[in-house]
C-alpha cells in the first residue's frame, strides 16, 4: 500500500520516534509499505516518521530501480556490495563514526530541493532486522549517508537542520515562495537531475 509521504513543514516530522519492543507482523507489513511507497516516489531512503508513524524504522535501497534510473551506482563501495538491499532497520543506533564527507542531498519530504550536508564518512549501526534479529553493519558511500539522514529523521530533523543558519533560512523561505513541484513536474525534468532523494 502507498502510504502518504509528510511533507515539510508538517509538525509530524518534528516528532521523535519510539523504539519497538519487537518487530511483529503489523510492523513487517508498516516496513513493506514503506519500501512500496519509497519506490514510488523513486527516492532510496524512507524513515517511518516521514509517513506518520512514530516507530523506529527506516527503509533504504540504493540500487538503481530500473535500466536508466537517474544515479548511477557503479562505484558502490566494497562495505556498500556488501549489504543486501533493500536494508530494513529496527531501532538503529550509530556506535561508532569516522571521519567527514559531504553530499548534495535532497529528500522526499522536501521534495525538489537540494542542499550539500557534511555528514560521517563511515558508520557503524546496530539494530533489529525483520526476523528480530540484532544486526551489525559498517557502512560508507551514500549508503552511510543515506541512513544518517533516514536517523535524523526518527530524531524529528531535516535535512535542512544540518545546514548553516543563512542557507537554512534561504532554502525555508524557497519553500515557502514556491511550494513544491507537482508530480509531472518531477518527471519532466527528472533525467536531468542527478541528485538522490533519500
Known sequence: ????????PDPRLRRKAMPVESVTEELR??????????YAERGIGLASIQVGVEKQLLVIDIRPMAEGDRYDLSNMTELEK??????VIFNPKITK???????????????????????????????LDLDNQLMSLKLDGLLAICMQHEMDHLDGKVFLDRLSPIKSARLKSKIKKFGYPKKDEDNQDEDSSVTNEI
Open 1 to 8: 500500500m502507498i502510504l502518504e509521504v509528510l511533507k515539510y
Open 29 to 38: 507489513a508498516l516496513a513493506q509499505d514503506m519500501l512500496e511507497t519509497m
Open 82 to 87: 556488501q549489504v543486501t538491499m533493500p536494508l
Open 97 to 127: 563514526k569516522e571521519g567527514k564527507t559531504t553530499y548534495e542531498e535532497g529528500c522526499l519530504s522536501l521534495p525538489g530541493y537540494y542542499e550539500t550536508v557534511q555528514r560521517f564518512d563511515t558508520i557503524e549501526v546496530e539494530g
